[in-house]
């Protein structure tokens, strides 16, 4: 069998602990490319960079034959390796491991999502991951046995078929982690606070911070209650945002 | 009836010829008020700012009672909005005029799109607006009576239905507009092709480029066929990115 090229990238930096961490399982899989962001673009969403120029950097942090680090977000990394820098098309991406939840509605604010997406948008099976757990020092150890679960599949049963996949995996000792549960996106939202401050010359600036809501925490079938209970959430992602329910309803009032 | 309390907002920046143009047709439906960013934030997607703060300035060309610029992106601007700057919560949310398309996967890469989103997201009836035309001085003239009509609508029939709607309006003549047509989204992608330059050091640079391509041009339902021929392309709006199709067939894959 052909070795897997795989492609890493994140959305916290090429330099961060949870890219790290990937690119080590990935290389168990096949040729690894790393390209990644070169500074933290949490809350990157699917933005790209049109307004301001592109650099590719050296990089010399995971190892690889191919590194580099970009001063764009998640998905210029993705766009720039597939139609710039790599060699041939990858037949995995890898993104993540994200520092911190991209379970329900954080998948659309998620750069590391975004770059997964991005992926599947070029006809590239794709995948992110993120572990429930915010803090630089998280420990990814207890991930690495799911992660391998999820590429496995994706290059063997999976093979052929382009899908897109949101993997979450709660911070949890490893005898606690319940397996792997497949999901949809729960509905919810963020609900912002912002707080206060005066610079040295006595002008207000503001901090985004936020508190989410699940607003079906009955729900077994969802992402949120399956981390809440132990389990990995694999959530299969799509890119049509048509709401075909209103699409009928909107028909009607609008006869053609 | 009371006067509806609509916001408006955008992803060209506050200044820009195509918001002018939408605060001025807001103010005939309702209380106006304009929080928009504050220079161009055009692929700015979903992104949300939390590495760095913002900023609430004063702005003045909309001459509406609440008018602010803000150094963030169209998401933050809602956010903003809606949780810290106004007085109450916002019966519509307008975002745009666009100068450039978001049908079909741009959807996704809009920030025009994305503020709208994010108002649904936060409870609030909201539609984006998009002139095909990527000029500065692009003719808004011919989008009044759509976007009057799409407008009517959210206030009267649709008046208590949470929606969002993505809204595109061809660059012909109006005698040449064929009308409203509720549509789905397109399928279809970007293909980039990076141009490099060398800077004065002798450093290469890279400009993000790309292509379009519709995945399905025979298909008449879509937002590409309503705009390519000749109609105000409109389409609602979900957020739920789960594949549904995907989620039953990797069910099978990881018995649980």
């Keep these: 069998m052909k070795k897997p090229f795989i492609l890493v990238t994140n959305d916290d930096g090429i330099n961060a602990p949870g890219i790290l961490y990937l690119s080590k399982i990935a290389k168990k899989y096949g040729d690894v490319a790393v390209i990644a962001p070169d500074k933290p673009q949490s809350g990157s969403g699917h933005a790209i960079t049109i307004h301001t120029t592109l650099r590719i950097l050296p990089s010399y942090v995971h190892h690889t034959d191919i590194e580099y680090a970009i001063n764009g977000t998640p998905v210029d990394c993705v766009k720039l390796s597939v139609n710039k ?11 993540g491991i994200n520092h911190g939840s991209n379970s329900s509605i954080n998948v659309i604010y998620s750069g590391t999502m975004s770059a997964a ?6 006809g590239i099976p794709s995948a992110g991951f993120s572990l429930c757990n ?10 690495e046995k799911y992660i391998c679960q999820i590429i496995e599949w994706l290059l063997t049963k999976n093979k052929n078929e382009l899908i897109c996949l949101n993997v979450n995996i709660p911070d949890l000792p490893s005898e606690e982690i319940r397996g792997i549960k497949i999901c949809r996106q729960a509905k919810g939202n963020w609900v912002e606070d912002f707080e206060e401050r005066l610079d040295p010359y006595n002008k207000p600036y503001y901090w985004m911070t936020g508190k989410f809501t699940n607003f079906e925490p009955q729900a077994q079938d969802t992402d949120e209650w399956a981390l809440n209970n ?22 009607k009032d609008f006869l053609e």
Tied chains: 1, 2.
């Design 134 to 143: 915010y803090s630089i020092e998280a420990d990814f150890s207890n991930s």
């Design 117 to 122: 997406i991005e992926g599947y948008l070029e």
């Design 230 to 251: 132990g389990y990995v959430s694999v959530v299969p992602i799509q890119t049509d945002l048509t709401c075909y329910q209103s699409l009928d309803k909107m028909k």
């Design 85 to 95: 820098i790599l060699p041939k098309k990858p037949d995995l991406i890898l993104s």
